[in-house]
């Protein structure tokens, strides 16, 4: 099975060249999306395929990479779980991109990096070896950065592709240094090999640091995620919905493959560092978000709230494993897998319809949009399912995930560390305060973009997107309601999964009676996805009916009312950021040390009163800034250095050597 994936891999490879040869043609665009849209559909099926029939891991090696090693490639049900989130998001962003890429300034600077793009996630989780793995996730960050630096006229742009090269090739090297202690002074990279040599309790506490920071920097864990609302607007708006869907996911795959596979049995306050890092990057993640006006900046902040909740139930997976509670720990892995799903879904749904926005209107700012719901209905429609999956809320998939998330920290008193019965609830309820703010935050979003009065003309002048963009945001919509409903086929899907990783699997689902989901104990909680779906349509359409059909016929109209202001200027209107300036004031003086100036005229003067919103961001400032000012100061001061002499550089040389040789020989 892995070599068929692997023929798979080498279609998109080679679409890469015939994207550049064709570059000039007017059809490039549709031949190269549409055959990754065919290669991807392929390559998910084969992975639904193993995942449900094959659980048995499958291997191929091939004479590449180091010469004692050769090129390792695996497929195991935690692979073949992946590669169906990577390829079904694939699938849909090529589906996409058949219609948004026509609109592209210089395709030419996109279409030969994306089937590379996707090749490169495919080859990380297909790698069982630390030399594939790490030259694979070295491609994915490469190919990732030439896209979102496509629109390299922009200076945000160019900005957003700096950094991120840097933050990408720092979590590279914390990676690097990660395998190197698992694999040991006799340098056994082969993953087999790693899973056989148990390292030391210290060195795989390290090796767990270093994996949150190599795989946590990718996936925007805070306090790493200082590239990701940067890069994810940046990029053309199929790949930031790959960027946020899919490539955040490939990093919870690296650190889930070290943490769960590699390393070990785990030490139960490993969860600890995890769990508090999971609850305040959900926090943070959300409050930053509610404070923007860039839509697609929104998104790419919602993507860390999404990606702390994961790291959250993995968190909570590692502290069951720890203590043997098998069950519990299938119940908070089978959660953090479900979410991973899911969010592939609605955030690549919802990024698809800002990127449908952005053609139609030419901006992202919130304050310059509205409205759009009577000039982009469709668009509104799918639109509107995103941000109620985002939001948790039932019958949509974002819901089920949460859900049983939850219902694994109810399970925590069970637990006999005192610092796992503090710290879970705790981090419990940063989950609950970060679920409410994100439907604050999508009542935001949606109500801002679509509805009320067009802020600007190009608002009120918009169209409806094309048609294969449209087609791309119903399959993810449905793919939302269908894992809402029915979510017992799913979590069985992912038994083998987590069965290989905790020893333990959740209750078989499809054998519960009306679809239920019974997660512990019928005793103890279920949840039924498609009766309350059905209630739902059943009293929408009853309501529905009652008032268009039994109410009184009469026709009455009277002005709409307007909150005490007549005049119908959209000026009038509720604001992005007057929307959020309850939370603002709440939560803004601690975490962004808000200001507001308020600028009232004199009596008489004919001036316009204004009100002007300082926000800092306290990590960029506390964290970025200091170490952005000290590799100023330090290569000012090393500069010198290429003015010295050929003696000079030969003594440096000769002094390095010797250092190297010391440590080599005081090394254990």
Not at 211 to 229: F, I, Y
């Amino acid at each position: 099975m892995v070599t068929y994936a692997l023929f798979g891999v080498l279609a998109l490879v080679v679409l890469a060249p015939i994207a550049v040869a064709l570059s000039a043609s007017p059809n490039a665009t549709g031949f190269v999306y549409g055959a990754c849209l065919i290669v991807a559909l392929i390559l998910f099926l084969l992975a639904l395929h193993i995942l449900l029939e094959y659980p048995a891991a499958s291997t191929v090696t091939l004479p590449l990479g180091l010469p004692w090693l050769g090129a390792h490639f695996r497929i195991d049900p935690l692979s073949a779980f992946f590669l169906t989130v990577i390829n079904l998001g694939a699938a849909a962003a090529s589906l996409f991109a058949l219609g948004y890429g026509r609109h592209e300034e210089a395709p030419q600077r996109v279409l030969p990096f994306f089937p590379a793009y996707l090749a490169a996630m495919n080859l990380v989780v297909l790698a069982d070896d630390a030399f594939s793995f790490l030259v694979s996730w070295e491609f994915m960050s490469l190919t990732s950065w030439a896209l979102v630096i496509a629109n390299h006229r922009v200076d945000e742009n160019r900005r957003a592709a700096y950094i991120y090269l840097l933050m990408a090739s720092f979590g590279t090297l914390a990676l690097l240094f990660a395998f190197g202690l698992m694999a040991g002074a006799d340098g056994h990279y082969a993953f087999d090999a790693i899973r056989a040599a148990h390292p030391a309790v210290g060195t795989a506490a390290l090796v767990l640091i270093l994996a949150l920071v190599g795989a946590g920097s990718k996936a925007g864990l805070v306090p790493l995620h200082a590239w990701l609302p940067l890069a994810h607007p940046a990029a053309p708006s199929h790949v930031s919905a790959l960027m946020s869907g899919v490539m955040t996911k490939v990093a919870v795959y690296g650190f889930i493959r070290i943490a769960f596979d590699l390393l070990g049995p785990p030490q139960w306050w490993w969860s600890l560092v995890v769990l508090a890092l999971g609850g305040a990057t959900a926090v943070m993640g959300v409050l930053y978000a509610l404070m923007q006006r860039d839509l697609k900046r929104v998104l790419a902040y919602s993507t860390i709230e999404n990606i702390g909740l994961i790291f959250a139930s993995l968190g909570l997976a590692l502290a069951f494993k720890a203590y043997g509670m098998e069950l519990a720990a299938a119940l908070a892995l089978t959660a953090a897998l479900l979410h991973v799903f899911n969010h592939s879904l609605f955030k690549s749904l919802l990024f698809f319809g800002a990127g449908s926005v952005l053609t139609a209107t030419g901006t992202r700012d919130m304050e310059a949009l509205g409205g759009l719901i009577h000039r982009m209905p469709q668009t509104a429609f799918v639109f509107l399912i995103g941000c109620t999956a985002i939001s948790a809320l039932p019958p949509l998939n974002g819901f089920v995930s949460e859900w049983l998330t939850f219902q694994a920290i109810l399970l925590s008193p069970q637990l006999p560390s005192w610092g796992l019965k503090l710290m879970v609830p705790a981090v419990g309820a940063l989950l609950a305060l970060s679920a409410a703010l994100a439907a604050a935050c999508f009542v935001r979003a949606f109500g801002m973009t679509f509805l009320g009065r067009p802020r600007s003309p190009a608002a009120s002048t918009a169209q409806e997107t094309d048609t294969n963009s449209l087609a791309a945001m119903y399959a993810l919509a449905a793919a939302c309601l269908i894992a809402g409903i029915l979510p017992g086929i799913f979590i069985d899907a992912l038994a083998p999964v987590v069965q290989a990783l905790t020893g333990g699997q959740m209750p078989v689902q499809t054998g519960v009676e009306w679809m239920s989901i019974v997660p512990i104990a019928e005793s103890r909680s279920s949840y039924n996805g498609l009766l309350v779906f059905a209630f739902m349509a059943v009293t929408g359409m009853v309501t529905a009916f009652a008032i268009h059909r039994l109410a009184s016929d009469k026709i009455r109209r009277g002005p709409a009312w307007g909150c005490g202001y007549p005049d119908a200027s959209p000026l009038t209107q509720y604001s992005a950021s007057s929307f959020a300036q309850p939370i603002r004031r709440v939560f803004g003086s601690l975490v962004f040390r808000a200001r507001e100036i308020g600028e009232m005229p004199p009596p008489g003067s004919s001036a316009p009163a204004r009100l002007t919103v300082q926000l800092r961001d306290l990590i960029w400032d506390t964290l970025y800034a200091p170490i952005g000012i000290a590799v100023g100061v330090i290569a000012e001061r090393l500069n010198y250095l290429q003015f010295l002499t050929i003696r000079s550089y030969l003594t440096l040389v000769f002094a390095a050597l010797v250092i190297l040789l010391l440590v080599l020989a005081i090394w254990p």
